[in-house]
């Protein structure tokens, strides 16, 4: 298996994440729900000598996003990486814990945590085969160190997070790496948090590369910069 299929592909992490891992070789899927800008992002990679394919699906329709990463494998002959990071925080409903309700809360496990379940599903049992491969999830911060004003989202980051840890300890001497990215700095400037310092996702990138080659014994890594 020589790919990495990337759930939640977009300009900026997603890019960054494809560009660092098809420029050693692996060959590109990218899954999001937008067709069209998912072709630009091929269209990108392809002018920089990397392979890549846009496979649009939903993360919140399950079997769309299994038969996505069904055909990924096909297309590129197996799935080897896993990159999971589907959130947008610009096009999410914000709740406070006080000012929110379930359902603010439901919306955001099942964009985060149930969708990487099934995602993860999807790739797991050819790893398992294969005694090999890697799975990545990504969060902000957040879900360590939680914000009010993002009280839904953080919640469910959390639960991903605690997901991906025991995920990682249950696939201990497998073969397989799984590992949870915090993601403690604002991505091109921008944030949420005028605190946080600023980072270029190409500088966040090579922690994935990392964990994938020199770094399978962690589970988790904070990135700050």
């Known amino acids: ?5 990337i759930v939640g592909a977009g300009p900026q992490m997603g890019l960054a994440i494809a560009r660092t891992f098809g420029s050693k070789g692996l060959d590109v899927a990218l899954i999001s729900r937008n067709r069209d800008k998912l072709d630009g992002l091929v269209d990108t990679l392809a002018a920089e000598g990397i392979t890549a394919a846009a496979f649009p699906a939903s ?8 038969q996505a990463l069904k055909d990924a494998a096909d297309r590129f002959g197996g799935i080897d990486v896993l990159e999971y990071s589907p959130l947008d925080i610009a096009s999410t409903t914000l709740a406070t814990p006080s000012e929110g309700d379930p359902s603010h809360i439901q919306d955001q496990i099942e964009f985060q945590l149930y969708g990487a379940m099934a995602a993860t599903k999807a790739v797991l049992p050819a ?7 890697t799975l990545l999830y990504t969060t902000g911060a957040g879900s360590l160190d939680p914000l009010p004003m993002v009280g839904n989202v953080n919640a469910a980051a959390a639960a991903l997070r605690n997901w991906v840890v025991n995920l990682h300890k249950e696939l201990d001497g497998t073969g397989i790496q ?26 966040v990138s090579s922690v994935y590369w990392e964990l994938h080659t020199t770094k399978r014994d962690l589970g988790e890594i904070v990135y700050r910069g």
């Open 127 to 133: 790893m398992r085969e294969a005694a090999a491969g």
């Open 59 to 66: 993360v919140l329709d399950h079997d769309a996003l299994t």
């Open 1 to 5: 298996m020589t790919s990495i299929a």
């Open 178 to 203: 799984a590992a949870h990215i915090a993601i403690d700095v604002a991505l091109g400037g921008v944030s949420i948090d005028p605190k946080l310092k600023a980072a270029s996702p190409e500088e």
